[in-house]
């Protein structure tokens, strides 16, 4: 069985703004005919350099789906107005392994997407980062989210 992605997509959709609660709200999907999407869910620690890391496994096959959720105030800098910077950002990076590597998150196989958080409006945030695998001779996509509470 063949654990090399295909192909990797990572999307991030966020609304423009952020509406007072972070993303941490998250869930792992299964995206292949026959199956059931949910693989496993998480609460995520929002605080500040602090990630949250849960490993789910894929049904059916040898592959661990592994999750980070990270949040921090220095890596994404928005000038929202002249007198408002916003600096505080959440990340999320997805693995697909055999293995339960510790350090599956860092290799350069991980999708990851980030996003600045910006408090405006009162639209729904939410975080997702997608990866196709191979399962045999089938496609699949692993999905990643993380919502308001």
Known sequence: ?????SAVFVCLFVSSAFAGQPPSICSVSLVRAGHPPVIGQFQATVAEETETV???AVPNTKLKAKVGVYFTDE????????????DTSVRIALAVTENDSHNALASSDASIAETALVSQTQE???LRVL???SIG???ALIVA?????
């Open 1 to 5: 069985m063949r654990a090399v992605s």
């Open 54 to 56: 849960k490993t789910f």
């Open 131 to 133: 990866k196709v695998i």
């Open 145 to 149: 989210e993380c919502r308001e509470k």
């Open 75 to 86: 890596s994404v800098r928005i000038e929202v107005s002249p007198k408002f910077v916003q």
């Open 124 to 126: 729904q945030n939410f």
């Open 137 to 139: 001779k089938e496609k």
